[in-house]
């Protein structure tokens, strides 16, 4: 799991939010039940914390890396490359395609970091979004 503060879109200035995770690894616990995951399109996400040997650590001050969702695509940076995705929402379900990177290199642990966020998001099956958090 990781987690993220909501950054609004945009138009708006960004803002942090509690720890919750972005998107659920471990989608065994997960279940589709009845309502909504909430809005994706047009909001835009920081990373705050990641799930780390099946613990949601805080993510360091020393790396970074963010979501925006729109027009049926996931972008941002990844810690070290900028990525894009193609994401599929409905209900709470949320499907994220292989994301396409740039190619650039990095220290050992801002690539390890960045190759264990994308597979998170591409791990993801279910979501909530509400107020500042997406789970």
């Not at 987690?3 to 945009?10: F, K, N, S, V």
């Not at 989608?27 to 399109?41: H, R």
């Amino acid at each position: 799991q990781v987690a993220a503060a909501y950054a609004g879109t945009a138009m708006s200035t960004r803002r942090l939010g509690a720890l919750l995770a972005l998107l659920a690894l471990l989608t065994a616990a997960c279940t589709d039940g009845p309502g909504t995951g909430g809005t994706l399109e047009g909001t835009h996400w920081v990373l705050t914390s990641i799930d780390q040997d099946g613990s949601l650590a805080i993510v360091p001050e020393t790396v970074y890396a963010d979501a925006e969702f729109g027009s049926h695509r996931v972008s941002g940076f990844a810690g070290c490359n900028t990525y894009d995705a193609i994401y599929t929402a409905g209900g709470r379900t949320l499907l994220v395609s292989a994301p396409s990177t740039t190619f650039m290199a990095c220290d050992e642990a801002t690539m390890a970091f960045e190759a264990q966020y994308l597979t998170l998001l591409q791990a993801s099956r279910h979501y909530t979004a509400r107020g500042d958090s997406l789970v």
